[in-house]
């Protein structure tokens, strides 16, 4: 079975300022793809970036992207000039190449609070 | 938004109960799931459809059930209601049943009250 671990209940951050947002999962596979999805506050959860597993170049999308470490098996998610829209709940999400009809595996998620 | 919708919003039942929640998926999305989010926790996957067929189940007992019609809609349904039920519920429509590549796109959820 896997966990996806999300070891940040909570965190603030300046709006413009850079945050990094920490996961970690445990699996015995070794093909997999990792998500990071957002829900704002009353709204519908939104898929923020994808990383495949067997990629060794991190994922980038605007100005969210991941450090990968395979081998630390972390998974976390930098926000850079960080905007009052980026308020939100953040999950990292995991499923195995396998195992893709048992669903997403998600953390417990990071409340994320911009401050203007 | 997703394009995704979900009904009711909010829903309150008494243990014991039966209830039905609903999703509409994107239009040409073969694929709908559910998940369980209990307060303060990620979502939990319940199962999966793909064309009208359950193709994958999470831990989660057999009173909860689904269906999916040909029409991008779908239920589920929650026999016998336990107080651990309450939960806000998520469905999840994306194209194809590839979980890994195929973005899925999330509805805003019905929030399930047992008392």
């Known amino acids: 079975a896997q966990t996806v671990t999300q070891s940040q209940p909570e965190m603030s951050v300046q709006e413009a300022e850079t945050v990094t947002l920490s996961c970690t999962y445990d699996t015995s596979e070794n093909n997999y793809y990792l998500f990071w999805y957002k829900q704002p506050p009353s709204r519908q959860m939104i898929l923020v970036i994808r990383?495949?597993?067997?990629?060794?170049q991190n994922a980038t999308e605007n100005r969210f992207s991941v450090n990968f470490q395979k081998a630390a098996k972390s998974f976390s998610l930098k926000i850079s000039d960080s905007q009052l829209g980026d308020t939100a709940m953040y999950f990292c999400a995991f499923v195995p190449l396998e195992a893709q009809f048992e669903g997403l595996t998600f953390g417990t998620g990071t409340r994320l609070t911009i401050i203007p | 938004e997703t394009g995704v919708t979900q009904s009711p919003t909010h829903l309150i039942k008494t243990r014991g109960q039966q209830v039905t929640l609903r999703c509409s998926s994107q239009s040409g999305h073969n694929t709908v799931s559910w998940y369980q989010q209990a307060l303060g926790q990620g979502p939990q996957f319940i199962f999966q459809y793909y064309r009208e067929e359950e193709n994958g189940r999470g831990n989660f007992p057999p009173r909860f059930s689904g269906l999916q019609f040909p029409n991008y809609s779908s239920e589920l349904n929650v026999n016998a209601l336990e107080l651990d039920d309450s939960a806000l519920y998520l469905c999840?429509?994306?194209?194809?049943?590839?979980?890994?590549?195929?973005?899925?796109?999330f509805g805003p959820g019905t929030r399930l009250t047992v008392l």
């Open positions: 999840a429509s994306s194209l194809e049943w590839q979980v890994n590549t195929d973005t899925q796109y």
């Open positions: 990383q495949e597993a067997y990629k060794q």
